[in-house]
T-cell receptor
Framework: GQQLNQSPQSMFIQEGEDVSMNCTSS?????WLWYKQDPGEGPVLLIA?????ELTSNGRLTAQFGITRKDSFLNISASIPSDVGIYFC???????????FGKGTKLSVKP | DTAVSQTPKYLVTQMGNDKSIKCEQN?????MYWYKQDSKKFLKIMFS???????INETVPNRFSPKSPDKAHLNLHINSLELGDSAVYFC????????????FGEGSRLTVL
């Protein structure tokens, strides 16, 4: 089936640093989404992107839907300790007709 | 009020037993899902129901049976539990089937001994 390649797998950064993570696929999607999962909780939607080339911000988070519809990135500016968690990209509208998740990027922030 | 609630949050049981996980959403959504998250945190869809009708049934052993008594509830029953069933199971709901904007429950951690 379809797979999303998400990188990096994990990141250890200092508070205040900017973070960038991305997701690529061999096939196209109609929607790209980014979720965050805190320890012991379910994933929570951060940003949804619906058009190729779309750039959307949510506070310190910025995400883009790649022009080819096969990739997306998420940037977090000026990281803070509560940014810690696992970030998942997800693609919707591919050949499998359901939401496909990447394997996640685990973010650790050192105060 | 919790939008998507699952019970129990933790479940420890012996191999061979049968167990159920319940899910309720109070968002008025039409579609509900079950996802399985393994020890490597990989999220994989198991089932999707739209207005009580099964839409997606991924390659899941038939020991797993979802039941949707109404569109606000989607329960997961597992027969003859195996060690490999140990995982966190997430229920989720969405307004409709498109766009992928899901609301997840807190998860139910199943441990099979």
């Amino acid at each position: 089936g379809q797979q999303l390649n998400q990188s990096p797998q994990s990141m250890f950064i200092q508070e205040g640093e900017d973070v960038s993570m991305n997701c690529t696929s061999s096939s196209i999607f109609n929607t790209w989404l980014w979720y965050k999962q805190d320890p012991g909780e379910g994933p929570v939607l951060l940003i949804a992107l619906y058009k190729a080339g779309e750039l959307t911000s949510n506070g310190r988070l910025t995400a883009q839907f790649g022009i080819t519809r096969k990739d997306s990135f998420l940037n977090i500016s000026a990281s803070i300790p509560s940014d810690v968690g696992i970030y998942f990209c997800a693609g919707w509208g591919g050949s499998q007709g359901n939401l496909i998740f990447g394997k996640g990027t685990k973010l650790s922030v050192k105060p | 009020d919790t939008a998507v609630s699952q019970t129990p949050k933790y479940l420890v049981t012996q191999m061979g037993n049968d167990k159920s996980i319940k899910c309720e959403q109070n968002l008025g959504h039409d579609t509900m899902y079950w996802y399985k998250q393994d020890s490597k945190k990989f999220l994989k869809i198991m089932f999707s129901y739209n207005n009580k009708e099964l839409i997606i049934n991924e390659t899941v052993p038939n020991r797993f049976s979802p039941k949707s008594p109404d569109k606000a509830h989607l329960n997961l029953h597992i027969n003859s539990l195996e060690l490999g069933d140990s995982a966190v199971y997430f229920c989720a709901s969405s307004q409709d089937r498109v766009a992928g904007e899901l609301f997840f429950g807190e998860g139910s951690r199943l441990t099979v001994l």
